[in-house]
């Protein structure tokens, strides 16, 4: 075996009298790729790694089929090694999940799984070469620029049953003995392109993603949706109007609208209004207040409801091409991943019409039929509904049905309709994907591509709107919009700018695996937008009164504070400066600890922007010793000895009221048992809110409205709460200056 076994040099020719593939002559021919008699040899010293090969079947098998019955008879194939390979598995539970009922013919299971097909090496090396052959000018214009997987699926075309890793390796095999190893050119990034117009091909690659179906007819769809479109990328928010949006949705709205944007497309927001029991015309004009707050604007905006008259005539040609039928078992009957079997799967197609049309018509209570489509979910969820029964009126179209699509049913066809180039959605909706494209298929309709991510998620918070009922009815927030929440319409009161949710949901990026941050990542954001946008201001929380004995005019002073002290090109205000100043009661001591540089007798202070230093000349209090004034001369700062501090004050300031916020939960996961075994409302902070009822702030914000944001110097960032009236202001505290040591 330690002979070399390469072509005999000068002649191109192998040991075994076969030419070699590379160029006669000596030298080069010793080094090419070997011959197909050596590729043969290589692959058999690889291994069968057949008892690993069987363990995994088997896994896959008890993961994807929930039917004990037909489980045990799979089981027995992959046992026996009749089924191999995960092409063969994934044929046998398509034809289980496809006969559910009726006794199973083993002899056409066999012909439908390929068990007993061979498919031999030599016939793969074979196809494998034909294939090339087909295509072999292209491959040595483009090199390993070629889609390889158009190789690998002609190949397959021709050999069902071949293992899908073992054509991968033929080929790459092949490639190599043709162009040879790569070069710096091969390993550049080809140029994304979207549409070839002149083709009608999707270069883009997505009706070559992974479970996509592929029709007779898809091209022929494509080339009509490339007609429409143009070529154009066209994503979707599909939000329900039945709450309010959250942090997880923010990062659904960067993505579909961000993709569509970067992409030159465009976004519709799209209303899934199909459950009208719980839908109100508040969270329709929130959602998309909150899209347009965050920057973006929808290309148009549409609803599921505008589309219902086309969904039902398609349900009827679902029926009819015998893929729905009506149904009456019960709600908890169909509940779970392996419920009973429907004794009315096998209807007649006519029957199942006449009972739709009664549908309808209201002939039915809610709850006693169903239209339900014929396929089984990658979760086990066997034959889902598409229309149910409900007797209510619906906010857009009245009383004109009393039948909803579901959300199985719909989505798909209304991305269908608006001609979606990328269905986007979060990770949970995966087990869904086969019925996407399924029901696309079944009705021969251009089928866009679903893409998962991963959905963001906060730690010390809940999202979910049944949870968040319960904090408002239960008193524990306000609304939707308690600053404590992580609704958008919560953070938007709260003053987080959307510019810097977007940022966050950008450093969060968009991968396949949930992400579940840190608040404090996210309020780093804000405090780097806030650090650029929000002008300077004066407030003190607990005001202490501070007299001037020697006050250095005869009337009040005004002094002029920069917007932004490292950039005065941004401006000034002015706030007056009198004999009478509050300060904060933490900004004094009467006795004087270690390291402490604030205000005390014997060590003064410097007021900001002021040019004033104050010395402690007299100490009041009321009758329980508690200090309620201080008396005190101030001096030129620019003639005194520098102050060891500066602290912020307030003259003739205006009443206001400020909110502290903390965070609304005890623990990391309110909502895991393990954590909080008494449930999320057990675990609410009693310090999550501090309301300050006698706050004073500089007169400069006056002016201020709803929304507006201020730094308040040495305290942190707040925004003008909308339940301010008049002068007197209420300020919510968005963020500290400084992250909070603690919370990391």
């Not at 040879?180 to 140029?191: I, M, S, V």
Request: charged letters at 25%; aromatic letters at 10%; a neutral charge.
């Amino acid at each position: 075996t330690a002979t070399p076994q390469g072509p005999v040099a000068g002649t191109g020719q192998g040991r075994d009298g076969r030419r070699g593939r590379g160029s006669a002559g000596p030298g080069p021919a010793l080094t090419l790729p070997p011959p197909r008699w050596r590729r043969r040899q290589a692959r058999g010293a690889l291994g069968s790694g057949l008892d690993k090969a069987t363990g995994t079947l088997l896994y896959n098998a008890a993961a994807r089929l929930r039917d004990p019955k037909h489980l045990g008879f799979l089981v027995g194939y992959i046992a026996r090694r009749q089924i191999l390979t995960d092409l063969q598995l994934g044929a046998a539970l398509e034809y289980l999940r496809s006969h559910p009922l009726e006794p199973l013919d083993t002899g056409d299971f066999e012909r439908a799984c390929g068990v007993g097909v061979c498919v031999t090496p030599e016939q793969i090396e074979e196809a494998v070469e034909a294939v090339i052959g087909e295509h072999r000018a292209e491959l040595l214009a483009q090199r390993y620029h070629f889609n390889m997987g158009l190789l690998m699926g002609e190949a397959r075309s021709w050999l069902r049953w071949a293992d899908g890793k073992t054509i991968k390796n033929e080929v790459d095999l092949q490639v190599l003995h043709l162009l040879g190893p790569k070069t710096e050119a091969d390993l550049e990034k080809k140029p994304k392109v979207m549409w070839r117009h002149e083709t009608g091909n999707w270069d883009g690659e997505n009706y070559k993603t992974e479970g996509y179906v592929v029709t007779p007819n898809t091209m022929a769809l494509l080339k009509q949706h490339l007609a429409i479109t143009g070529g154009q990328v066209r994503t979707r928010f599909p939000p329900e109007p039945n709450g309010i949006l959250h942090i997880g949705h923010a990062k659904a709205i960067n993505f579909n609208f961000g993709y569509a944007k970067a992409n030159g497309g465009v976004c519709f927001l799209r209303y899934d209004d199909t459950n009208p029991e719980k839908e109100e015309e508040k969270y329709f004009t929130a959602i998309r207040e909150m899209v347009e707050w965050l920057g973006y604007q929808p290309y148009a905006v549409t609803h599921a409801s505008d589309y219902f008259d086309q969904l039902y005539t398609w349900a009827l040609e679902l029926i009819r091409r015998g893929q729905a039928y009506v149904c009456h078992q019960k709600v908890e009957e169909i509940k779970g991943h392996n419920p009973p079997p429907s004794p009315w799967r096998d209807r007649p197609v006519e029957e199942s019409l006449l009972l739709f049309e009664d549908m309808r018509k209201g002939k039915f209570g809610e709850g006693e039929a169903t239209l339900r489509m014929k396929l089984m979910m990658e979760d086990g969820k066997m034959d889902p509904v598409a229309y149910r029964v409900k007797f209510t009126p619906h906010h857009r179209t009245g009383d004109k049905w009393c039948i909803y699509p579901t959300y199985d049913y719909t989505h798909c066809l209304c991305d269908s309709i608006e001609h979606i180039t990328h269905s986007l959605c979060t990770k949970e909706f995966q087990a869904r994907r086969s019925s996407y494209f399924w029901l696309c298929n079944a009705l021969d309709v251009y089928c866009p591509v679903q893409w998962e991510y991963g959905r963001l998620n906060l730690l010390y918070t809940v999202v979910s709107k049944r949870k968040i009922i319960r904090l408002v009815e239960t008193g524990a927030v306000r609304d939707w919009d308690d600053p404590r929440l992580f609704t958008l319409t919560a953070l938007r009161r709260r003053g987080f700018p959307p510019e810097a949710i977007n940022n966050f949901c950008a450093r969060v990026g968009v991968t396949v695996a949930q992400a579940t941050m840190e608040p404090h990542l996210l309020e780093a954001c804000v405090r780097e937008v806030l650090n650029e946008q929000a002008p300077r201001a004066m407030a003190v929380l607990e005001p202490l009164k501070v007299t001037i004995t020697n006050f250095p005019a005869p009337k009040a002073l005004e002094v002029l504070v920069p917007n932004f002290p490292a950039d005065e090109s941004r401006g000034f205000h002015k706030v007056p400066f009198k004999p009478t100043v509050y300060i904060e009661e933490t900004d004094f001591r009467e006795e004087v600890d270690k390291g402490y540089k604030r205000l005390a007798p014997g060590q003064p202070v410097g007021l900001r922007h002021a040019g004033y230093v104050i010395a402690v000349q007299n100490v009041i209090k009321d009758a329980s010793g508690r200090v309620i004034e201080l008396e005190v001369t101030c001096t030129k700062s620019d003639v005194s000895e520098k102050p060891k501090a500066f602290i912020h004050w307030v003259s003739e300031p205006l009443a206001c009221e400020v909110r502290l916020y903390e965070r609304l939960f005890l623990h990391k996961n309110p909502e895991d048992p393990s954590e909080v075994p008494g449930g999320f409302l057990s675990d609410l902070n009693p310090d999550s809110l501090r309301v300050v009822h006698n706050a004073m702030v500089d007169s400069s914000v006056l002016s201020a409205r709803p929304f507006d944001k201020f730094q308040f110097e040495r305290l942190g960032y707040f925004s003008v709460d909308p339940d301010s009236e008049g002068e007197r202001m209420v300020f919510n505290r968005t963020v500290t200056l400084k992250e909070d040591p603690g919370k990391a």
